[in-house]
């Protein structure tokens, strides 16, 4: 069993076909529970339910993906995001922690809510002795990551093949 936080580069790569979506999704798929009860376990900050359908509008706007298909991967967040993904609040301590991070580290902001809440998350999992795999796209944010002392893998870490032009958001 293995624990993940995904950050909104990650969770994007499950809806929409590009280079490293193929790792994820079997991540993901590995998010249900087998016979035996066990599961791969994917938490994400509370920012994810508003920069994943942010993401979506932005490649509708620069003309990657249609209108239509926009829509579509949106329904498709909204519809599994419940059973897919277990979601860190946003806490005062979490908003203080990530404005101490981008004194360290050149986050933008939302980068160091993300990682904030991951390593909120990695503090609650220590009791446990549970490893939490913190999972970005962005090479600035995985490395601050590893500096704070998360595991990190990026799904470019794990190119696939080049992303069909055909979506498909419930992959």
Do not use: C
Request: charge should be negative.
């Amino acid at each position: 069993m293995a624990i993940y936080f995904m950050d909104t580069s990650a969770v994007v790569k499950r809806f929409h076909n590009e280079i490293g979506s193929s790792w994820v999704r079997n991540i993901f798929a590995a998010s249900v529970s087998d016979e035996d009860g066990a599961s791969e376990i994917i938490h994400a900050s509370a920012l994810t339910l508003v920069e994943v359908p942010a993401a979506f509008a932005i490649l509708e706007r620069t003309h990657e993906i249609t209108t239509a298909l926009r829509d579509e991967l949106f329904q498709a967040f909204i519809t599994s995001r419940q059973a897919e993904l277990e979601i860190v609040p946003i806490t005062n301590a979490i908003l203080l922690d990530a404005a101490a991070l981008t004194q360290k580290h050149p986050l933008k902001a939302y980068d160091a809510v993300q990682l904030a809440s991951a390593l909120d998350l990695q503090n609650a999992l220590r009791e446990f002795e549970v490893p939490l795999v913190f999972v970005t796209s962005a090479k600035q944010l995985g490395q601050a990551a590893q500096t704070e002392g998360l595991l990190v893998e990026n799904p470019l870490w794990h190119p696939d093949t080049l992303p069909p032009t055909q979506e498909t958001p419930s992959a």
